[in-house]
């Protein structure tokens, strides 16, 4: 049986193919063509499909509106037997794509070749940056799921999310009206200065990205006099109010991935919130490693260029005996950073907690001369009676880190004797300065591709114990020192 099952079996990554089309001389021509890069969400755990040979599903979108269709095809199909049987792959993909999907290739060769809309077709909603990559024109544009246009594009590209995001979940595009406003959807395009036929769009998909407004609480100032509570005089709209913006899907076509269209579209959504006066803060909900580096690139280059980071400076005149090594002593980390600036700072550039505490350690970890920091606990057998400067701005500095871990990961940690929680601490803190350390080299190379900051990972997606962006905690630590290096979740 086994053997039977692997002469009947495709993978599915390599039997779907997935183009983008526009029109040809006389039929449909591929700009491009590819393979997902997950299909487990579609067709089982296993990424195989059982019951064919010279399996081949062909997946064709219009390269402008991304009008789909499907074509399967096969040299022998497995004939049934009791209750085994081939899979039923349009029944699988009709979960995936609207009914007009599975009409004839015919029907889908004259919407491509004689569509009349296609000329005159433009992006949902309105266009917020253009720019030029490699002598290409490109476009991002934003619109709203309350627009019916973004809708329909966005159904049609459900199914790029189980392809292409690693555990990604559809939208629900038939909720009601109130909650899909507060949904964002923004396009990116290549826009080609004349089209090469009357009925050919000027517009091909790049990629998309999707954020939703969490509605936040803002108190209200005391009034010096009470006075009559009064409702507004009419419903006030979604975009109104105070909220979060939290990017979710985030996808850029495998053709044009490694062009920075992704650092691109990034940048735009983040000046979108930033110019917004209801978002009081940007947060991204369970980023891939990828991304990760994306978004670290990209914000720690923009807090560059505003002068932010400059700002920014860790205190190492400090006594010595507000860090010795002993129980019930906290790190002092008012003294070794302006506390009440570093708020400032985050909440103009409205980021998470988190993600300002990891470009604040980044950036002081890049103050810090290289032969101290190579050195690792070498150098720091004085700690903080050290005279070299920098041997005492690495200590302060890893004690900071080590303090923001410990809390991030408490509820875990607290769980352990002492001395395996200083041991796990200590192996997170190599990691993350790992880390750094690799984005830094990245970023020095002028990297920022699609999410690698211009350095290849080597390791995995770092683990979070509190995956709240938004928890913003300021206690103290105790008994977070020096020691061995184990392992543990970072945050």
């Given amino acids: ?46 990424e195989q499909i059982f019951g064919y040979q010279g399996l081949n599903i062909k997946l064709r979108f ?32 009709k979960e995936h794509l609207p009914p007009y999907a599975f009409r ?31 002598g290409r024109n490109f476009e991002i544009w934003c619109g709203e799921l309350t627009d019916a246009w973004a809708r329909l594009l966005l159904e049609r590209m459900q199914i790029f999310i189980a392809f292409f995001i690693e555990g990604g979940t ?119 490693e990828a991304f990760d580096d994306l978004r670290d690139y990209c914000d720690y280059a923009r807090l560059l260029a505003n002068g932010t980071l400059a700002q920014i400076k860790l205190h190492t005149n400090l006594d010595p005996k507000l860090t010795a090594k002993r129980i019930g002593v906290r790190v002092p980390s008012a003294k070794l950073l302006d506390k009440p600036l570093l708020r400032a700072l985050r909440l103009k550039n409205k980021l998470a907690p988190r993600q300002f505490d990891r470009l604040v350690e980044m950036h002081l970890l890049s103050q810090i001369p290289a032969h101290n920091r190579q050195a690792g606990t070498a150098r720091l057998t004085q700690r903080a009676k050290a005279t070299d400067e920098g041997d005492r701005a690495y200590y302060y500095w890893r004690l900071l880190v080590k303090q923001r871990i410990y809390k991030k990961n408490k509820d875990v940690l607290i769980q ?9 601490v200590e192996e ?20 920022g591709g699609e999410g690698e900051a211009g350095v290849r990972r080597e390791r995995g997606k770092r683990k979070v114990v ?7 905690e300021d206690e103290d630590v105790e008994g977070v020192r020096e020691a061995k290096r184990t392992r543990t979740d970072e945050g």
């Fill in 170 to 288: 559809s939208l629900d595009l038939e909720d009601q009206e109130w909650t899909l406003a507060r949904w964002r959807v923004f396009f990116v395009y290549e826009k080609l200065l004349s089209p090469p036929s009357p009925t050919t769009s000027v517009y091909s998909i790049v990629g998309y990205s999707t954020s939703y407004r969490f509605l936040t609480y803002q108190p209200a100032p005391i009034p010096a006099k009470s006075q009559p509570f009064t409702f507004p005089p009419a419903p006030l709209p979604i975009s109104s109010l105070p909220c979060r913006a939290r990017i979710s899907q985030f996808l850029i076509l495998p053709p044009h991935q490694s062009h920075s269209h992704g650092t691109r579209l990034y940048g735009a959504m983040i000046r979108t919130f930033l110019s917004d006066p209801a978002c009081t803060e940007i947060t991204v909900e369970d980023p891939n």
């Fill in 1 to 46: 049986m086994a053997e039977q099952d692997e002469e009947w079996s495709s993978n599915a990554n390599e039997a779907t193919q997935i183009s983008l089309v526009q029109p040809g001389a006389d039929s449909p021509k591929a700009l491009s063509t590819f393979h997902p890069q997950f299909t487990y969400s579609v067709f089982g755990d296993e």
């Fill in 466 to 472: 509190d995956e709240d962006e938004d928890a913003d």
């Fill in 428 to 447: 997170a803190l190599g990691e993350q300065g790992g880390d750094y350390e690799r984005l830094l080299r990245g970023m020095e190379g002028k990297g």
């Fill in 416 to 424: 352990l004797d002492r001395t395996d929680r200083i041991d796990k």
């Fill in 104 to 134: 004839k290739s015919s029907s889908f060769k004259t919407h491509i070749q004689e569509g009349a809309n296609a000329s005159t077709f433009t992006p949902p909603g309105k266009l917020i940056e253009s720019y030029t990559s490699r």
């Fill in 62 to 93: 219009a390269a402008h509106d991304l009008y789909p269709n499907v074509s399967i095809s096969s040299d022998a199909k497995f004939k049934t037997v009791g209750d085994t049987k081939a899979t039923d792959i349009h029944a699988i993909l």
